[in-house]
């Protein structure tokens, strides 16, 4: 279900970011984050807050930093340590050549002058990985397979039918209809409030294609929704998840269903769309001190 949000800012290695009032910045053991057990350290992140502040990156307001760059800086170091492990994953590596290459562009297009060198070298890591990302090639059929049946969101596609009503009390004998053997498609038909379910049979699809990508959900589809959309596995109707809309049942399609859809979508931009998947399906800790981790927007948002 589409959102009225404002469509999500993806996070970007320029860090081109808000403000926020860190209440607690004392140096700790504590890390700020970790995804999959590797580490985004306090002294890190708050190092580079700093120096953006310094280098006048980020506006102070009656000598404070306010609004949202801790959580923005922090979502793209999480992005970067994300985009070293699936580098890692496909074989892949920044190389010397991706890190001259943002050098020279950052250097023609940006005025670094008050930049540190820890500031100057950070971006130029992040963009270079955005480089080496390019380079990885979709996964083979049966790998796709794979990752598909074991968490479709993994692949950064989704392939959803759905069905929404106003009183989850209809959702549930929905459910308890496809329970016993009915065609989700036909149920949507049947009792979602949408208009155009009986054609569509509750299919959320692009213009071209069975599926769409993750980084659509995150960006444009209602947050408890598409969190209801992660969870949801292959073949099972989910639900029922509540959202602005009403109540859902979610039904993420069979595989062979979609096997084709998929492989067009992977062949474009590749790496950034598994990225987006490999992240919304880590596991990512985030100190409360900074907010939490919301997988449904791919985003460190306020607790």
């Not at 807050?49 to 922090?74: C, F, K, M, N």
């Not at 950070?122 to 990302?133: E, P, R, S, Y």
Request: hydrophobic share 40%; with cysteine; glycine share 8%.
């Amino acid at each position: 279900m589409k959102s009225n949000n404002k469509t999500r800012a993806r996070l970007t290695s320029s860090f081109l970011v808000g403000l926020l009032i860190i209440s607690s910045c004392g140096a700790t053991s504590n890390p700020a984050a970790k995804i999959n057990g590797e580490e985004i350290s306090r002294e890190e992140l708050e190092q580079t807050i700093t120096e953006l502040s310094d280098a006048g990156q980020t506006p102070v307001v009656d000598g404070e930093i306010a609004g949202d760059t801790a959580r923005s800086v922090l979502g793209a170091l999480i992005q970067g340590q994300a985009s070293l492990q699936l580098l890692a994953d496909y074989d892949q590596q920044i190389t010397q050549e991706d890190r001259d290459s943002v050098k020279s562009s950052l250097s023609q297009n940006t005025d670094t002058a008050e930049f540190t060198d820890h500031l100057k070298n950070l971006i130029i890591d992040l963009n270079a990985g955005t480089l080496a990302l390019a380079r990885i090639l979709p996964p083979d059929a049966k790998t796709v397979a794979t990752m598909y049946e074991k968490a479709p969101a993994s692949l950064g596609v989704m392939c959803i039918r759905h069905l929404v009503v106003k009183e989850e009390a209809k959702a549930k004998e929905a459910l308890k209809k496809f329970s016993n053997g009915a065609d989700f498609a036909t149920l949507a038909g049947e009792y979602s409030i949408e208009p155009n379910a009986k054609q569509s049979g509750g299919a959320l699809s692009g213009a071209d294609n069975a599926c769409m990508k993750l980084s659509e959900y995150q960006s444009g589809f209602d947050a408890l929704f598409t969190a209801g959309a992660l969870l949801a596995k292959p073949g099972v109707a989910f639900g029922p998840v509540k959202s602005s809309f009403g109540y859902h049942l979610i039904y993420v399609r069979p595989f062979v269903e979609v096997a084709e859809d998929i492989s067009t979508l992977l062949t474009s931009a590749t790496g950034e769309t598994l990225l987006d998947g490999y992240i919304a399906t880590s596991k990512i800790v985030i100190d409360s001190a900074y907010g939490r981790w919301d997988a449904a927007s791919g985003a460190v948002v306020t607790n």
